[in-house]
């Protein structure tokens, strides 16, 4: 059965720093292009980041010197490490994972940043 969970989200003032996992279980998490996506009240969704299975990072201008995304595939797991966070970060951030036909979502955690 494919899940991917992912924690970390919370409450945090602006400026501040929190870390994001998404634990997949399931398939062969190496192989495929993750993706760090968000999706604010009222907004629709918004793409963050990516990590391809060779490494490789992407990031949207909104989070680009902010934001890092990596991936430890012993673990199978994906992070993001979000720094500097500003109050238009607020969001549901979900996990994505693809290969080929197979697209695979986690639930969302929720991050806010307010005073």
């Known amino acids: 059965q494919v899940q991917l969970v992912e924690s970390g989200g919370g409450l945090v003032q602006p400026g501040g720093s929190l870390r994001l996992s998404c634990a997949a279980s399931?398939?062969?998490?190496?192989?495929?292009?993750m993706t760090w996506v968000r999706q604010a009240p009222g907004k629709g969704l918004e793409w963050v980041s990516d990590?391809?299975?060779?490494?490789?990072?992407y990031y949207a201008d909104s989070v680009k010197g902010r934001f890092t995304i990596s991936r430890d595939n012993a673990k199978n797991t994906l992070y993001l490490q979000m720094n500097s966070l500003k109050p238009e970060d607020t969001a549901v951030y979900s996990c994505?994972?693809?290969?080929?036909?197979?697209?695979?979502w986690g639930q969302g955690t929720q991050v806010t940043v307010s005073e």
């Open positions: 990590v391809n299975n060779g490494g490789g990072t």
């Open positions: 399931g398939f062969t998490f190496s192989f495929y292009y």
């Open positions: 994505n994972a693809l290969l080929n036909a197979d697209n695979y």
